[in-house]
C-alpha cells in the first residue's frame, strides 16, 4: 500500500519544516497528539520515539482512540524532508516520508506512507481507518499554525486548500540508513 496525502499551506518551507522537525513538540503543537517520548538518540542524528496520537471515533462527544507506534526518524535540511520507519507493533515496516516543496506563496507538504505487511488486507485497514485520519489532523494543524506565523511575518497569503489524496505503488522516499 503506497498512499500519499498534501496540502498547500501559504508559509515558508522552512517555517513547516522546523515545526515539523521537532517531534518532542508535537504534542503541544498538534491537538491530536498526546505524547512523544524519545527512546534513544542515534549517533547519526536520527531518534526513536514512542508516539501516541487520537484517532477521533465520534468528534461529536469527543470519543476517540489513542493510537500508539514506534518509529526512527530521521530530518534532511537540506531537502526540508523527514523520514520515519515504524519499528515493532501493528505498523511495523511502514515507511512515512514527509516532503516540504517550495511553492510561489508558500509550500505544498506532502506525507507519503508505505506499508507492506503479510496479511495485505492490513495496509488498507491502517490506511483507511488510522494512517489518512491522523495525516490528515497533522497537515490540517501544521497548516493553520504555519500560516499564523507567517501571517505575523508579513508573509503573502493563498487561498485555503484542502488536502489532495492518492493512492499509487512507489518506492519509499529516503532508502534506511
Known amino acids: 500500500m503506497h498512499s500519499r496525502i498534501a496540502i498547500d499551506i501559504a508559509a515558508p518551507g522552512p517555517l513547516v519544516f522546523a515545526l515539523a522537525l521537532d517531534v518532542r513538540r508535537w504534542p503541544s503543537l498538534l491537538p491530536h497528539y498526546a505524547a512523544v517520548h524519545v527512546l534513544s538518540q542515534h549517533r547519526d542524528g536520527s531518534l526513536t520515539a514512542r508516539m501516541v496520537a487520537r484517532r477521533a471515533l465520534?468528534?461529536?462527544?469527543?470519543?476517540?482512540?489513542?493510537?500508539?507506534w514506534r518509529a526512527r526518524?530521521?530530518?534532511?535540511?537540506?531537502?526540508?524532508g523527514l523520514r520515519f520507519h515504524h519499528q515493532g507493533g501493528a505498523t511495523a515496516g511502514m515507511d512515512v516520508t514527509w516532503r516540504i516543496e517550495p511553492m510561489a506563496n508558500g509550500c505544498r507538504v506532502t506525507i507519503e506512507h508505505v506499508f507492506a505487511p503479510r496479511?495485505?488486507?492490513w495496509a488498507a485497514i491502517v490506511e483507511r481507518l488510522f494512517t489518512r485520519p491522523i495525516?490528515?489532523?497533522?497537515?490540517?494543524?501544521?497548516?493553520?499554525?504555519?500560516?499564523a506565523v507567517?501571517?505575523?511575518?508579513?508573509?503573502?497569503?493563498?487561498?485555503?486548500?484542502?488536502?489532495?489524496?492518492?493512492?499509487?505503488?512507489?518506492?519509499?522516499?529516503?532508502?534506511?540508513?
Open 135 to 147: 495525516a490528515s489532523r497533522t497537515l490540517a494543524s501544521v497548516k493553520q499554525i504555519a500560516e
Open 150 to 177: 507567517a501571517a505575523g511575518m508579513e508573509w503573502p497569503a493563498v487561498p485555503m486548500t484542502t488536502a489532495v489524496e492518492e493512492s499509487e505503488t512507489a518506492p519509499a522516499a529516503y532508502p534506511l540508513p
Open 119 to 121: 496479511f495485505r488486507p
Open 58 to 68: 465520534v468528534p461529536v462527544i469527543g470519543l476517540e482512540l489513542p493510537v500508539t
Open 73 to 80: 526518524v530521521w530530518a534532511d535540511p537540506a531537502t526540508l
